[in-house]
């Protein structure tokens, strides 16, 4: 990651973590469950314990870091505060109550070390937040209503070579301007936000239309690709057992029809969604295009690729207009798509050998 996408993931954790008054919820929920272990048979403390559950809970739920992109729920995992946000953090609290309904002590072990962390996490963000304005480090914030793309090139998917990254870089680009001509009816330059070495991760602006379309065709084909996990695990399982490759060439054969069989009619809801010109000819060109998009997005998910769209919402208005009504249904379709952009765990050798249509690129060059 670079150091403003940081500052920006850290400081969107801080003011989360004070907006919900995490730690002092938390410190609540401790003093209420102490007072119960202390005096179990006290009627106003149990009841007292669940006000604060209940209080505790509502901090956790529709948490802004819930609605991360696939990168930034990533990097949260990688600097250790995955489980005391949002959903996950509920989970756990819940775990604790549920594993220690008779010994409510254990219970406030527990909470006390959850507390603990979230402390050193809060002081840690305000460290960080605080070091990187003093080295005048900006943040990637998105204004109301913009746009982010955001690719992951696995180094190994391009040999970590130059020339092999222009060329997939190239691929990448035509996958792009396919979904952005149906969502607006033209090719885009694609402008770079920026670009991060660590896992070369490439940013690109986009407009809302386009964006949208695009997160729809990323959900679309990672919800497919997640019907593969199990077979593709079973195929890995098999060569570690010593079937030889060509015994398992039929697993191989139904795994690509299911997923050819889903992007066919995948590509049919996103140009019936989103194309909205009259050119009926121009329609069946990019329905192809579309399908051999949506075909190069699974193989690239397959060895590894990330792909997602992030938005920044905008403040509601008292009387909208048919524009703003449009924005908004953008937004919330990318919103709507986001959680379901996510890095999957694969295990074993890539099973997708979907086709990309060069061989007919070829022939009419």
Not at 162 to 173: F, M, N, T, Y
């Amino acid at each position: 990651m670079n150091a403003e996408r940081f500052h920006a993931i850290v400081t969107a954790l801080s003011q989360e973590m004070a907006e919900r008054n995490l730690v002092g919820k938390m410190q609540e929920l401790i003093n209420a469950l102490q007072n119960v272990v202390s005096q179990p048979q006290h009627p106003p403390h149990q009841q007292s314990l669940a006000n604060s559950l209940k209080s505790m809970y509502s901090a956790t739920t529709d948490a802004p870091s819930d609605r991360f992109s696939p990168t930034w729920r990533q990097i949260l995992s990688e600097i250790g505060g995955e489980d005391l946000f949002g959903n996950a953090l509920e989970k756990t609290i819940k775990q604790v109550f549920e594993r220690n309904q008779i010994t409510p002590a254990v219970a406030l072990q527990e909470l006390q070390g959850i507390q603990k962390r979230l402390q050193a996490f809060k002081n840690a963000l305000e460290q960080a937040i605080s070091a990187l304005r003093h080295f005048r480090i900006g943040d990637e914030t998105l204004s109301p209503g913009q746009c982010e793309i955001g690719l992951l090139i696995p180094r190994k998917a391009v040999s970590n070579c130059l020339p092999e990254l222009a060329e997939e870089l190239k691929e990448l680009s035509f996958i792009l301007n396919a979904f952005s001509e149906v969502a607006t009816g033209k090719k885009v330059d694609l402008p770079i936000r920026s670009i991060s070495s660590t896992d070369l991760m490439v940013y690109l602006d986009a407009v809302l239309p386009f964006a949208a379309c695009l997160a729809v065709a990323i959900e679309r084909t990672v919800t497919l690709y997640k019907q593969l996990l199990e077979i593709r695990k079973l195929r890995e399982d098999l060569r570690k057992q010593g079937v030889p490759d060509e015994q398992t060439v039929g697993i191989e054969d139904y795994a690509n029809k299911l997923i050819e069989g889903g992007i066919e009619k995948a590509s049919v809801e996103i140009i019936d969604k989103f194309y909205h010109q009259k050119d009926g000819g121009r329609k069946n060109e990019l329905l192809n295009a579309v399908r051999i998009s949506l075909n190069k997005i699974a193989n690239r998910i397959d060895r590894g690729y990330n792909l997602e769209v992030r938005v920044e919402p905008i403040q509601a208005k008292e009387e909208d207009t048919k524009k703003d009504q449009h924005i908004r249904e953008a937004i919330l379709t990318i919103q709507s798509a986001t959680p379901k952009m996510q890095f999957l765990k694969l295990e074993g050798e890539p099973i997708l050998k979907l086709p990309e249509g060069k061989e007919k690129a070829k022939k009419k060059e």
